[in-house]
C-alpha cells in the first residue's frame, strides 16, 4: 500500500506489525485515547533496601523468560557499558528471543552481535544503530523486524501500550538503594536521564544499575524510587571518556563555516527571528558553528532567545552564560559543558516525552521556531533520510529528526552537496526518515533551497543576498559532478522498519543485495 | 602498445581518492575492485577502467583499484599514473592523446 510519502509498504509489513501506513504529519492531531499503565508490585515491607547482588539474580527476580522486552537509555552514548552486561548475562542464561528496546545503539553495542546471530535477540526496537548491529540487521541475521522509532515516537509506543517493556533497565550514575537515580554525580555523570523516564512509568519492571551508591535519598530525583523495583550496583556502567566528552573544537572546515554562514543569514532574515524566539540544532559541525556564528549576530542585533533546546552542547550552554538564552531545556548532553550546565537554575531537564511524543497534550518541539538539522540524504521532494547509509546499510538513528521538524515553524537541513562520492540531494532517498512537508530549507555548499509550499519563505528571502536555487538544480549540480548513482540493489525480504513518529509506517529497509557487477 | 612491465602504484587510501595497483597480466585484463560506493558506481568505475586502459593501449594487465569515493576524472588519473610507473616512462607523456584531459 503506497503512503503519504509515496513508499510501497507491503501487506505482510503491515499485517505483521498491525500498523497503517503513513498519512501525512498532522494525520492523528486529536486522536483519544487511554494511556497504559504498569504491572505494579507494592512495596509494603520496612527491609528498606532494594539491593539485589547482581545482574543474574535481579534477572531472576524479574522472571526473564523467552520472549520477553527489555530497555535500556542511550545517554551513556558510545560510553555504556549496560546493554552488554546485561545481554550477555541473558544470553549465558539461555533465555532466547528477546525484543530489545532501547532508545538508541551505537557503535559500543557490538559486542551483542553474536546474540542476534544466534537468536538470544530476535527483534529491535531503537532510534537507530551503527557499526556492526547495522551490518548484521542489512545483511538479515536478525530473526525479526528492526524498528526504528524517533525520540518522541518511542514514548507514544510506550503511552499507547503499543510496545509494553517488561524489564527496563536504567544505568544511573547516582542512584540511592532505594531507587531514586539521578543523572548527575558518580563516575559516569551524564547530566540528564531524559530518555529512561517513559521506561520507568511505563515497564512492568524497572531495575536501576548504578556504580556510584550514594546514601538515601538521592534527591531531587530524576527517577523516583516509586517506579524502581530493584537496584544493583556493579562496577563501572560506562567509559565516562566517551560519555561526555570536552567540547568539540569549532570546526575549521571552511565548506562547513561556510554553511553555517549560510544558516545564520537565513535564520536572521526570517519573518521568526525577533525578540523571544526559539531554536534547536544538532551536534554537526556546520550545526555547531552555525550556533556560535547566531551568538553573535544576536548581540549584534540585540535579539534574544526565549528558550533553546537540545541534545546540548558548549555553544547553546554559551547563550545562557552569556544570557543570551531565558533557559534551555535538556534532553540529552553532549559534552562535559552542557554536563556541568545541568547545575543551572536556568537548564531544565526534560524527559523525551515531554520533549517530544506526538500523542501528549502538548510538545516542547511543538512551540519551537527554528531547528538545525543534518541528513545523509534529501530528495527532490524534501524527504530526509537519517537512518539507512547511500549504500543501502542502516548506519544511523532517526533521534528527534522527524519530531523536531514536524514541531518548528522553520526546519532548516544542513548537508554539503556531496558526501565523498555520495550526492545529498538526489532524486529518491533511500529510505524515507522525516517526509518533505516537515522540511522547509535545505542548505548546503553549493546552494540553498526553500521547500516550494513555503512560498511564505520564498517571499521572505526575495531581497536577501544568498545563493538559492531550487531542489531539482541541486541534484543536477551533485549529479553533474558524481554521474549518476545505480540504485543500490535488495532483497525481497524485509528487515527494517521506518516507524513514523505516530506510529505508521514511513517506510521499510530490505535486506541489502551483495553487489555483482552487471554483465558487459 | 604499453607493456606493464614491474608492478607499480599510484593514489592514496584517503576520502574521495582510490589507489590503483598494475602488475604484469597473464594475457588478458584482470580487473578487481574494493570501493565504498561499489552499490551505486561499481559498474561505473569499472567502465571508467578498461575505457582508461583502451586509451593507454594496455592489454595484459592485474588492475586492483582500493577506491574511498574518488570521482571518475580521478580514478582515471591514477590509473594513467600508474601505467606509466610500471612502464617507467616519467617524461614525454602523451597529454592530450593517449592521456585525456
Partial sequence: MINAVGRDIPEEILEKTGKEVFQGVHHFDGYTYRKHGPLTQAVINSDGSKLVAGIHDVLVKCGIKDGMTVSFHHHFREGDYVVNMVMEEIHKMGIRDITICASSLGKAHDPIVPYIEDGTISNIYSSGVRGKIGEAISHGKLKGLAVMQSHGGRVRSLVTGERQIDIAFIGAPTCDDYGNCRGIGGNSNCGVLSYAIADSLHADKVVAITDCLVPFPNFPAHISMTRVDYVVEVDAIGDPKKIATGAAKPTTDQRKLMMADYCTEFVVNSPYFKDGFSYQTGVGGASIASTISLAKEMKERNVHMRFGVGGLTKPMCDLLINNQVDCLLDTQDFDLDAVESVKDLRHFRISAGQYADPFNKGAVVNKLDFVILAALEVDEKFNCNVVVGSDGVITGAQGGHPDTAAGAKCAIVITPLLQGRIPAICTEVTTVTTPGESVDVVITDYGIAINPKRTDLIEAMKDVDLPFKTIEELREIAQSITGEPERVKFEDRVVGVIESRDGTIMDVVRQIKPFEFSEE | ?101
Avoid: H
Avoid at chain 2, 597480466?25 to 561499489?38: A, H, M, N, P, Q
Avoid at chain 2, 574518488?70 to 582515471?76: E, N, S, V
Fill in chain 2, 1 to 101: 602498445m604499453i607493456e606493464i612491465k614491474k608492478p607499480a602504484m599510484a593514489g592514496t587510501l584517503e576520502s574521495s581518492d582510490c589507489q590503483v595497483t598494475v602488475e604484469e597480466g597473464e594475457g588478458t585484463i584482470e580487473f578487481s575492485l574494493d570501493s565504498t560506493v561499489i552499490n551505486q558506481y561499481g559498474n561505473q568505475i569499472r567502465k571508467v577502467a578498461y575505457d582508461t586502459l583502451k586509451n593507454l593501449d594496455v592489454k595484459n594487465v592485474k588492475l586492483a583499484i582500493v577506491d574511498k569515493g574518488a570521482l571518475d576524472c580521478t580514478i582515471r588519473a591514477r590509473i594513467e599514473a600508474a601505467v606509466y610507473r610500471s612502464a617507467e616512462q616519467t617524461e614525454n607523456l602523451p597529454w592530450g592523446g593517449a592521456i585525456r584531459s
